[in-house]
């Protein structure tokens, strides 16, 4: 490694060790199992956690602040039903202008806290016509479209043990016990691949019909780099995107971000009483 990389790879350890110590000094004794991170419009999931403590992301070493709506920018610490978690209530883009580690950070903390379960959510484009606004999709795989190096904890110094042998997938265990919780509180869950961009724009028809022939189901602007991540620390991903918008690729439309924030408020009426069931279940019964 050339020498400004191992300043740049030191610099970003020292970060992350700020972060998690700063955070552990706040619980002391807390010990997380799941960390949760919530897109755009999902942020009020939060709620439901009995905090044991709520805090602002500009008090927390080197994390950078949200500025997109829907993104409250805090820290959560406590309990979901009954299990401990670690939720960041809003997500930090590359489109605003963060570069790979500062905007990796609030990630690596989470892992950082020792988690062994990372549950993603995000709000997305449907590019696939059997999707419906609002619904919630299980991402099952992804395409990184972000065109941006040093996205992953191998470019700020935070995984080396695994590199060369994390697997790069979303855990199909997870994955089919997230589908069977949703059939018994009656909705269907299906799967789909999500197409990363760094955004920020909403995408034309055409890129709509070129995201659909390369096999994508969804698009938006995260969750992709968290995912990778977490990968590379071997530990396991569960990943819901709400779809607020569908595209027809013939029919001109406009979406804004008002529309994102209304679908995934509606989509939150499912997602909260699938996350918590899911933790009583796999979490609550090896107690």
């Not at 883009?93 to 993603?120: C, D, K, M, N």
């Not at 691949?193 to 022939?213: I, S, V």
């Amino acid at each position: 490694m050339d020498p400004i990389g191992k300043f740049e790879d030191s610099q970003a350890n020292d970060e992350l060790g700020q972060a998690v110590g700063f955070l552990r000094s706040k619980c002391p004794g807390f010990q997380p199992r799941v960390g949760i991170i919530l897109g755009s419009g999902l942020g009020d999931l939060a709620e439901s956690i009995h905090s044991v403590a709520s805090i602002p992301y500009r008090e927390i070493p080197g994390f950078p602040v949200a500025h997109v709506s829907g993104h409250a920018g805090r820290l959560i610490m406590g309990r979901l039903a009954g299990t401990e978690v670690v939720a960041l209530q809003g997500r930090c883009h590359f489109y605003e202008g963060w570069h790979g580690a500062q905007a990796s950070l609030p990630v690596r903390t989470l892992l950082g806290l020792g988690i062994e379960l990372l549950i993603l959510s995000n709000a997305s484009g449907g590019v696939n016509p059997r999707f419906h606004s609002g619904q919630i999709v299980l991402i099952d795989s992804h395409i990184d479209g972000m065109f941006r190096t040093g996205l992953s904890s191998r470019a700020v110094g935070s995984a080396p043990n695994v590199v060369g042998r994390h697997r790069v997938s979303y855990d199909r265990q997870w994955i089919d016990r997230a589908q069977r919780t949703a059939l018994k509180l009656g909705f269907s869950l299906p799967t789909g691949t999500y197409w990363a961009t760094l955004g920020p724009n909403y995408e034309t028809r055409a890129e709509y019909r070129m995201f659909r022939n390369l096999g994508a189901d969804m698009v938006g602007m995260s969750t992709v780099p968290e995912a990778n991540i977490a990968f590379e620390h071997q530990v396991d991903v569960l990943a819901f995107s709400i779809v607020t918008n569908v595209a027809n690729s013939d029919i001109a439309s406009v979406t804004d971000h008002a529309d994102v924030l209304n679908w995934s408020a509606r989509a939150k009426l499912q997602l909260l009483p699938l996350v918590q069931e899911l933790l009583l279940e796999y979490f609550q019964s090896d107690l």
